[in-house]
């Protein structure tokens, strides 16, 4: 059979970088973190024997092949699938992983995030490895930062894990806990109703960014920390309001925090962000730019009656505009039929 695994990515409304050390360590963070209905969707299949291991992404439109994973070579060449593979699959051989992502690469919505947690579903599942959402999330989250050396915190791997709004806490000295809030099903539909995910058409380095942020924080006085610690009290205050259907004081928060994750440091913002929240200002109630920053996606609370007078700004400018429904369900692994012998040779063929 053919093991497929789907992880939604998500958007980070309050507290995004709270979760990262070493802010995380020494003061403790809290983030509130939305998945939402873009995913990352890994195929894994075992081929005949021989047949060697084939990895191929079609988004990169890029792949390799190889007698067995022990060949695999770091080369720039979808590293990042090579490193869930070598983590999980050492003595593996005989089996082809197709990926796909319905979200652009580097725009801020966790995209690598999902795409390592299904990374780990689907393999666990190959393996016969029962492990909670929890769990593949911890697990996705290390690969992406001691194999493979990525800075940020784990945010982006529980939202692709756990599905739905969820209120993450950083315990000062370490360590995590991961709830889903209680939220009324009139105050989500509310937000889906009048919230729109916007694509400006840039994308961002969260890794430079991160980098940025790690040299402010390091100043005598670092102006850094102070935005740190509101970010984290604009994602407490944005969790109880969500709880207790208070819109108004969301938008406080979610508004906060844009400016607060601008204050983070410059490379945080940029022209083309600054000009679609001018543009909007006038239209929306609240929003922020997803992410590290610096390019890629925006969430916007729109006024009810201009919500059409968003897509139609936000596409003026070039921007592509997505529908923002959440996904309750975080990571999700079935099976399907396996695929023919045709369509095998079709993908080692691409590579």
Request: proline share 4%.
């Amino acid at each position: 059979m053919k093991i497929i695994a789907r992880a939604p990515c998500r958007v980070d409304p309050a507290g995004g970088g709270t979760d990262a050390p070493p802010y995380c360590i020494e003061y403790g963070g809290e983030v509130v973190n939305f998945s939402v209905s873009r995913h990352a969707f890994v195929s894994f299949e075992r081929l005949p024997k021989n047949s060697g291991m084939t990895i191929y992404s079609h988004d990169l439109k890029k792949g390799v092949h190889a007698p067995s994973v022990r060949d695999l070579k770091y080369d720039g060449q979808i590293d990042f699938l090579k490193a869930f593979v070598k983590r999980l699959l050492p003595e593996e051989t005989d089996f082809m992983i197709i990926t796909r992502s319905e979200v652009p690469e580097r725009t801020g919505l966790g995209g690598s995030g999902a795409m390592g947690v299904a990374m780990v579903g689907a393999i666990a599942h190959v393996l016969g490895h029962t492990m909670a959402k929890n769990e593949i999330a911890l697990l996705a989250n290390e690969i992406e930062r001691k194999d493979l050396g990525h800075s940020g915190g784990n945010q982006d791997s529980f939202g692709a894990a756990m599905g739905g709004i969820k209120q993450i806490t950083y315990p000062k000295g370490g360590g995590d806990t991961c709830r889903r809030l209680k939220v009324s099903v009139g105050t989500i539909s509310q937000l889906e109703r009048d919230s729109l995910m916007i694509y400006t058409g840039d994308v961002h380095l969260s890794g430079s960014i991160h980098t940025d942020i790690k040299k402010s924080y390091a100043l005598i006085d670092s102006p850094t920390i102070k935005a740190m610690d509101n970010l984290k009290a604009a994602a407490l205050n944005m969790a109880r309001a969500l709880e207790a259907g208070d819109l108004n004081a969301y938008d406080e928060c979610l508004n906060a925090s844009r400016l607060n994750h601008y204050a983070l440091h410059e490379s945080c913002n940029s022209n083309t962000l600054q000009t679609f929240f001018k543009s909007l200002a006038p239209y929306i109630r609240s929003g922020k730019t997803c992410g590290a920053g610096g390019g890629g996606f925006i969430f916007v609370h729109a006024r009810q009656a201009h919500y059409n007078e968003c897509v139609r700004i936000a596409e003026s400018l070039n921007g592509k505009v997505y529908p923002f429904k959440l996904d309750e369900l975080g990571v999700t692994v079935w099976e399907e039929p396996p695929s023919s012998a045709d369509e095998i040779k079709s993908i080692r063929a691409m590579n």
